[in-house]
């Protein structure tokens, strides 16, 4: 499977921008998506999952801001980044996996397949 998420870019703080990652190569609707960030100096972070089955998560920081959909037909994953803040900074990875329960979607190590990341950058 290969994951192309060629979104990103710059934007005001408050401000909205949706992030897609296109799988090609495998079944798209078996697998649980997610996206992860990665600020400078910090360790990659989980944002938001959405299994095979449509249950989804996201991380506490972004809830009621960030919504993480799917559409099948086109093997796209979004994220929807509203009110964006500074500290939303980061290069954003989509992940793709097998197998992932919803207590194990948080963690990066149980994705096989990774984008390859796409800078998000908030200004104040």
């Known amino acids: 499977v290969q994951l192309q998420a060629p979104g990103g870019g710059l934007v005001q703080a408050g401000g909205s921008l949706r992030l897609s990652c296109t799988a090609s190569?495998?079944?798209?609707?078996?697998?649980?998506m997610a996206w992860f960030r990665q600020a400078p100096g910090k360790e990659r972070e989980y944002v938001a999952g959405?299994?095979?089955?449509?249950?989804?998560s996201h991380t506490d920081s972004v809830k009621g801001r960030f919504t993480i959909s799917r559409d099948n037909a086109k093997n796209t994953v979004y994220l929807q980044m509203n009110s964006l803040k500074p500290e939303d900074t980061a290069v954003y990875y989509c992940?793709?996996?097998?197998?992932?329960?919803?207590?194990?979607?948080?963690?990066?190590?149980?994705?096989?397949?990774w984008g390859q990341g796409t800078q998000v950058t908030v200004s104040s």
């Open positions: 190569g495998g079944t798209f609707r078996r697998y649980s």
């Open positions: 992940a793709a996996g097998n197998g992932l329960i919803m207590s194990t979607m948080s963690q990066a190590g149980r994705y096989e397949y």
């Open positions: 959405l299994k095979w089955d449509g249950s989804t």
